[in-house]
């Protein structure tokens, strides 16, 4: 017995060294296989791994592109089924009704947008340049490319290129952010439309395009003022030539968000918004989620950092300058600089607080909005499907590709596929019934009135008791002069000298018809003439400082016949007591 458990250990312990012998000798054969491979093929497995990754890590899509025979993909409009606007306008557009076809090696968002932003392939023109100066102290460059012309320009006044009865449609463009009118996209924009005939004018940032800060106000993504002044300067100087506005990304979002705040009281005729944020809370999660969102946020916390460091003066003065330098996101730097400049309380508030999508269910005029369902930077979580479907004024649409701002298409990339849409649009939108016509709404910021400048005052009404009180439209006649003087620095002097010549004019003739001849003694007069005139001037210049030299001037000609009167019973009284007494002692 002892002898077959024994004989059977030993079989097992034979069997198992065989069995590892037989491992190891397959290993071994294995790695002689592996040896006899060629270094080459090696290179070309790991090359090949590599292209993979890189394909989906940058979102290619030239196979799709390949195996649909490069047909491109349709654009999907998303509008209300009773829009009069697309029945009218879009219905008749037919870009957006077609296919876009990237440009085939340029097939992937992230591609097209550092295509556009490296080259971008612009076309060579020179802007005009005017300065135009806000009601807080503020400066801005409104650069311009005219359709007749694209030759070279220096500043500028307004007036010696375009009349007020010109009846040429003006396209008001709102860059990006940290985006001017040099950038390629918004070159390429205003070169194409200015081919149209359009007259163009970009409507720079504050601080951007080569121009100070001048006050302590800077613009942020739900900035309205610049962009409420501006069209109301340009409405207000021609008032023949129908406004249209485009906004590109953040431009978009700030153009949205006037027009849904201004209602019908906008005078932009149409407008069309590309590639907008649209939810800029929703916008902060996504760009921080991937590895390469960050790096979309890292590059564009640079170029704010760079715009930061233009103006240290006042960013150190009202920011926290320290975090600003060391901020990593956007979050960072609106959290250290936006939020203290802007007075928001947090970040997520200033988001909440500027974002376009809560406003665009107030636009009144027709709005044409373009994204990219694979924008890196503006995710298409933050469209508002819903709320662009339920305005009549509201045609959305959207592509499978392009990028962000980028849309290049043609084998040469020579073109912008979102710019011919949008040029198509507003060409159609002008020649249609379909354009949006202001209401005309007495504002009490701009007076347009063509009335005569005896119905805007102010003139000066001497009652029975003999206060003196201004009446007539005074409110509205210092802000023609106000918003005139602070809005442009192109205001002819003429002009002013005009309407302060004719509200003299007004006040004299009122005054003669209203005063009568004093009755009483000369010393009362004269004491009820100078309280009259203090209270007068105490009045007005509660009501407008500005217009304190101004009723002084004219309180003193209208008075002039009572003091002169009084000047002279006083003086001829005098003189007869010195001649008589004279006569006396002789």
Same mark, same amino acid.
């Not at 030759?151 to 709102?174: E, L, R």
């Given at each position: ?22 491992? /190891? ?21 790991? @090359? ?19 195996? @649909? ?43 097209? =947008? ?23 102290? /503020?400066?801005?460059?409104? +650069?311009?490319?005219?359709? #007749?012309?694209?030759?070279?320009? +220096? ?24 985006? +001017? ?15 149209? &005939? ?79 944020? !649209?939810?800029?809370?929703? /916008?902060?999660?996504?760009? &921080? ?31 926290? !300058? ?26 997520? =508030? ?49 592509? !499978? ?16 596929? !979102? ?115 203090? @209270? ?28 002169? #009167? ?5 003086? &001829? ?14």
């Amino acid at each position: 017995m002892l002898a077959v458990l024994l004989s059977m250990s030993f079989s097992e312990e034979s069997s198992s060294s065989s069995s590892s012998s037989l491992n /190891g000798d397959a290993y071994a054969l294995l790695f002689n296989a592996l040896r006899l491979i060629p270094i080459s093929h090696y290179l070309l497995a790991l @090359s090949l791994l590599f292209v993979i990754v890189i394909y989906n890590f940058l979102e290619f899509h030239f196979v799709e592109d390949l195996f @649909s025979g490069f047909r491109g993909s349709p654009v999907r409009l998303t509008f209300n089924s009773s829009s009069p606007i697309y029945d009218g306008v879009v219905s008749k557009c037919k870009i957006v009704h077609g296919r876009y076809l990237v440009t085939p090696w340029l097939s992937s968002p992230h591609i097209q =947008t550092a295509f556009l932003h490296f080259f971008g392939r612009p076309p060579c023109f020179s802007y005009r340049r005017q300065l135009f100066r806000l009601s807080d102290g /503020g400066m801005i460059a409104l +650069d311009w490319l005219m359709g #007749s012309t694209a030759g070279p320009g +220096d500043v500028f006044h307004a007036n010696n290129f375009i009349s007020k009865d010109d009846t040429t449609p003006i396209a008001i463009v709102i860059p990006g952010l940290t985006s +001017d009118s040099a950038a390629s996209y918004i070159r390429h924009l205003v070169f194409n439309t200015a081919k149209h &005939g359009w007259n163009v004018v970009v409507s720079n940032h504050r601080g951007l395009g080569g121009v100070s800060i001048t006050s302590d106000c800077f613009y942020n993504a739900g900035w309205t003022e610049d962009a409420r002044e501006v069209i109301g300067y340009l409405h207000h100087e021609y008032p023949k030539a129908p406004l249209f506005a485009i906004g590109t990304s953040i431009g978009a979002n700030i153009l949205v968000k006037y027009l849904g705040e201004e209602g019908e009281k906008t005078p932009v005729a149409g407008a069309a918004a590309i590639c907008s944020p !649209w939810d800029l809370l929703i /916008g902060d999660r996504f760009i &921080g989620r991937r590895l390469i969102q960050k790096l979309y946020d890292r590059a564009l916390t640079i170029g704010l950092q760079d715009y930061a460091q233009l103006h240290e003066p006042r960013y150190s003065r009202l920011a926290n !300058w320290e975090g600003i330098k060391k901020s990593r996101s956007i979050r960072d730097f609106d959290s250290h600089a936006t939020c203290l400049v802007g007075k928001f309380e947090t970040v997520d =508030t200033y988001y909440r607080n500027c974002s376009s999508s809560t406003y665009v269910g107030n636009v009144s005029i027709p709005l044409l909005c373009i994204s990219s369902l694979d924008d890196p930077v503006c995710t298409v979580e933050a469209i508002p499907w819903d709320e662009c479907r339920a305005n009549k004024n509201v045609v959305l649409a959207t592509t !499978w590709h392009g990028g962000h701002l980028a849309f290049f298409e043609g084998i040469t990339a020579a073109g912008m596929w !979102w710019v011919r849409a949008v040029n198509e649009y507003l060409g159609v939108l002008h020649s249609s019934p379909y354009m949006h016509v202001r209401k005309k709404v007495q504002e009490p910021g701009l007076h347009l009135s063509t009335e005569s400048s005896i119905d805007q005052g102010p003139y000066l009404n001497v009652s029975e008791d003999g206060m003196v009180a201004a009446v007539g439209n005074e409110q509205t006649r210092n802000s023609i002069v106000g918003d005139h003087q602070t809005n442009s620095e192109m205001v002819l002097d003429n002009e002013q000298d005009e309407q302060l010549t004719g509200a003299k004019s007004d006040a004299v003739p009122n005054t003669d018809r209203t005063c009568e001849p004093p009755a009483n003694t000369p010393d009362t007069e004269l004491r009820n003439l100078t309280a009259s005139v203090t @209270s007068c001037l105490n009045q007005l210049s509660q009501r407008n400082k500005r217009s304190m030299w101004l009723l002084a001037y004219v309180a003193i000609i209208t008075t002039w016949p009572l003091v002169g #009167s009084a000047l002279r019973y006083i003086f &001829g009284k005098k003189r007869k007591n010195v001649l008589s007494a004279t006569l006396t002692k002789r």
